[in-house]
């Protein structure tokens, strides 16, 4: 059977979901998986990053990493996808990458492939199960299939217990993820792989 390619593409404007993408990426590689890991492009101005510090120094710190581009999607027979909660929503920087798929779409070049999401908020009720919901919208009209955690495992309760997909609380004083939630991410990447395999077999592809 072919192997699983994967494309971890997120945003990240201080790190944490930067790191979250990172820990997909390692357990999807040692569950067989080929992985690209792309970030969507910065929009906001540079004035908005330089009143965070921690904002630029990220962005500086990442300059390696390349751009998604539908492409990437294309390539792809399975997506995990992250983004902070803005207001109980997806980033705008997600979403204008997200827009930008409309030709794949319209072809019907994205259907059936799995997809899991993952993301961050300052605090454990700022809208993280929302913006998951939100950004499985764009993936049922792609027509791919959802592919959440769930209860599936017990690092799923360790990370918070949060069914639709991986979410974790940014804390800017220590801004080191807990083991608890990138073993979660990890899973959660695992379980895509697995059932992008079932898919891939039951393909033939």
Known sequence: M???KLLVVYYSSTGT???MAQAATTAAEQAGATVRLRKVRE???DSAIDSNPAWRAHLNATQDIREATPDDMDWADAFIVGTPTRFGNIAAQMKQFLDTLGGLWSKGKLADRPVAGFTSALNPHGGQETTLLTLYNVFCHLGCIIVPPG?????VFAAGGNPYGVSATADPKDPELPDEVLDAVGHMATRVVQVAGWIMKGQNR
């Open 43 to 45: 929009l906001a101005p």
């Open 151 to 155: 209860y599936t495992d017990a690092k």
């Open 17 to 19: 979901n930067h790191q």
């Open 2 to 4: 072919a192997q699983v």
